[in-house]
């Protein structure tokens, strides 16, 4: 069954990535039951997918429960063949474009362009679970993962405002926040933390190049392992990203 837990909790570092906590009330039926979350980019740590079991009723601890995780990544090599096709495809329709009606030229344009920024990241994950049960029954699923995509990220801004006469000056301090992947978070609790990339060496090797640009493979290593150095700065909630 195909599932999309709300975003909860969004906790975004200044070095780009973050941290994404989802939650859904799920009903279940005695046996085997299969679920698969919606909407999980290709830039997420499968080693760092977490599935925690919230009962509704206490005692379905012994009767309901989590038997199994399925996360994976699409391959990479595919995925790019799929990515060229579509930017070639985009440049076609453009250079013709100019035979559509100006309403229709604009839609075309706007899918093209959106075509052309498209990366891996923009791709999605595959995050499975298997839940067993011995009786119908509901329970509350929370997922946690690591996304390690730089173009999602915050950032400070100072603005000094001084008066006619020059003698009296206000500071206002800002947090910006870039998303430019291409996933949406609406109203969600928003947490902020300071994250520098330990001295670890470059990854090398093939298979991880071919997921991430240099910078983007580091992260998905470190990031997550470093997470109780992280320091959280600020929390705010009902913000759309």
Known sequence: MLIDPKVNKLVIFNGGGGIVEREIKL????????????????????????????????????????????VSLPDPKNVQQLIDREKGAATNIISYS?????????????ICEASSYRTYSDMKGIFNFIINSKKEGE???KTTYFISDIRLKWETNLQVN?????????????????????????????????FE????PP?????????YPAEEAEMQQAAWKALPKQKRTQRMKNLML
């Open 27 to 70: 009903s279940v039926s005695p046996g085997s039951n299969e679920f698969e979350i919606q909407n999980v980019p290709a830039s997420f740590d499968p080693n760092s997918a977490n599935i925690d079991l919230e009962y509704i009723n206490p005692t379905d601890r012994d009767v309901i429960t989590l038997q199994q995780t399925i």
């Open 98 to 110: 100019i035979d559509f009606t100006r309403e229709l030229r604009e839609q075309v344009s706007n």
């Open 139 to 141: 329970v509350i699923i």
């Open 162 to 194: 001084l008066s006619d006469d020059g003698k009296i000056a206000e500071l206002e301090a800002y947090l910006i926040v870039d998303n430019q992947t291409g996933f949406h978070y609406d109203n969600v609790e928003l947490g902020f933390a300071i």
């Open 197 to 200: 990339l330990p001295g670890a």
């Open 203 to 211: 990854v090398t090797g093939t298979k991880a190049e071919d997921y």
